[in-house]
């Protein structure tokens, strides 16, 4: 609970920061000189500009990627609906949702009592079907054998032809009387069978290896034939099905590696790669379905939502901006570069490849020039500028001199003080980047525990009152250090809120 009131009080005194910045636009513009506005030099004399506090960035040579970006939901390589066979009361069930089960497992059992006794009587009349087909057997033994004594004794004339037909058709009769006895017995085994079928599903099996997703009865219900009752699903691997637009589909192959961002981790990326292409395209979408597989799938489930990246090609010296330092005016693409004298030029740019936060630039600026990406909104060609900080790494040894360097205690690969990712760890699609982690110190309010990448951003909100700015361009003016010192950073914006939520009253 500590944390949380950490956190959310600089973004109270944000909040009054900006009510501040509000009132002061409303004031006359002679009070109040916005950024890049002119001032009275000495005397009274001809107007002077004041330089425009700026943000800035220095472009670079970075991998940068094409994808093909689709929407997706996982899914398991299997899902089976397992259902009841017999029509009977649930008697116990021996799992629930979520633990995982083999092949052949027992799911839940019925009552049985019905279907034993049919068993059972399946059973005895298999037993009376035998003996009547033993009894047969011997019956036409015996008939066999007198119907050979009396054709003897036909065929030596001594006795009549009417005495020799009569044993014939005695001998015919038993025979049949066989083979009914053993069709009998033939039928009491097959009724057995479907007895002990019967009797089997009065246990339900899972009929794979998977996960219990669903149990759909409970204990007492009445199952008939054919309902469902459970769920099973098996994975991993996890699947991840997108549709591709016709023209990307020649830029596919099986096997090919992509990335999944999903909204329920999205400080992870997950790897995955092409399982299956559809060989058709779907005439009335325009699009192929692509089935991706993921392996690493430890904390994945399926139905999960998230994105997922496909590169089809990578420029691995592409000169790479924020994307936020472009402007776009009348359909062309333009950018504020700073020049070697403090003051900017605004320039035509060509854009190439992009993603979420980054565009390449083909034509306008070189590697090492720096951008304008926060404070642009009053330049214009030629003005002076102050550059405040640096998005990312500062120049080591170059032109620009800053009125305040950098301040950031970022370690190194991770985003700049906007959340624009550095140049490390770029071999990866780009997703939101995650923000700082809770303050750890406990100064009055939790404001030294408030980490660099807040009070950076809530110096940026500062500046954008005039009044705040104008004051801390004088305290600059007696005190250097006041653009290096993040501690002293710390204080005066402090101060200024506590000054501004002060003049207004607590609520």
């Not at 990335?259 to 092409?274: M, N, Y």
């Not at 700073?338 to 740019?349: F, I, L, P, Q, Y």
């Not at 980047?433 to 939790?446: A, D, L, S």
């Not at 980490?451 to 003016?477: F, G, H, S, T, W």
Request: with cysteine.
């Amino acid at each position: 609970m500590q944390c949380q009131r950490i956190v959310l009080l600089p973004v109270v005194l944000l909040l009054a920061v900006f009510v501040s910045c509000s009132s002061s636009e409303d004031s006359p513009a002679g009070n109040n000189p916005g950024r890049g506005g002119e001032r009275r030099g000495p005397g009274g004399g001809r107007p002077e500009r004041q330089s425009v506090s700026i943000r800035a960035y220095l472009a670079k040579k970075e991998p940068i990627s094409t994808y093909i970006v689709s929407n997706t939901t996982l899914e398991a390589i299997r899902k089976i609906t397992v259902q009841a066979r017999l029509n009977a009361i649930v008697e116990e069930i021996l799992v629930e949702e979520g633990p995982t089960v083999r092949e052949g497992d027992t799911l839940l059992r019925l009552e049985d009592q019905e279907v034993r006794n049919e068993y059972e009587q399946a059973s005895i009349a298999v037993d009376q079907a035998r003996l009547g087909n033993q009894q047969a057997e011997v019956k036409a033994q015996l008939s066999v054998a007198n119907y050979e004594r009396t054709r003897n004794l036909f065929q030596q004339e001594l006795i009549s032809q009417q005495d020799f037909d009569q044993v014939s058709l005695i001998n015919r009769t038993d025979e049949l009387a066989l083979e009914t006895a053993k069709e009998q017995f033939e039928a009491a085994q097959a009724r057995l069978r479907a007895s002990t079928i019967q009797l089997e599903y009065a246990e339900i099996h899972s009929p794979i290896s998977g996960v219990i997703t669903e149990r759909l009865i409970e204990v007492g219900d009445r199952v008939n034939g054919n309902q469902e009752v459970f769920s099973v699903e098996e994975f991993p691997p996890l699947w991840a099905r997108i549709f591709v637009p016709e023209k990307d589909w020649p830029q596919l192959k099986i096997a090919q590696k992509a990335q999944v961002s999903l909204e329920t981790f999205p400080e992870q990326d997950f790897e995955a790669s092409i399982k299956m292409i559809n060989p058709t395209i779907d005439a009335t979408s325009g699009t192929v379905k692509v089935t991706l597989e993921m392996t690493q799938t430890e904390r994945l489930r399926p139905g999960m939502f998230g994105t997922v990246y496909i590169a089809t090609e990578t420029r691995p010296d592409a000169i790479v901006i924020p994307k936020k330092a472009i402007l776009r005016e009348r359909d062309e693409d333009r950018a504020f570069v700073v020049r070697a004298d403090g003051s900017v030029e605004k320039r035509d740019v060509v854009i190439g490849f992009s993603d979420e936060d980054r565009v390449e630039i083909l034509e306008g600026i070189q590697e090492g020039e720096a951008v304008v990406t926060v404070g642009y909104e009053g330049l214009s060609d030629g003005y002076a500028v102050n550059i405040m900080s640096w998005e990312g790494a500062p120049p080591e040894d170059g032109p620009y001199v800053s009125a305040a360097p950098e301040r950031t205690s970022s370690p190194a690969g991770s985003d700049g003080p906007t959340g624009t990712p550095s140049a490390q760890g770029r071999d990866r699609p780009p997703r939101q980047q995650m923000g700082g982690g809770p303050p750890t110190g406990g100064g009055p309010g939790g404001q030294r525990g408030m980490p660099p990448e807040m009070v950076e951003r809530m110096m940026d909100q500062l500046m954008n009152n005039p009044e705040i700015k104008k004051e801390y361009e004088a305290r600059l003016a007696k005190d250097p250090e006041l653009a290096t010192d993040f501690e002293k950073q710390r204080s005066f914006a402090q101060e200024m809120m506590q000054q501004y939520r002060g003049s207004r009253g607590r609520p």
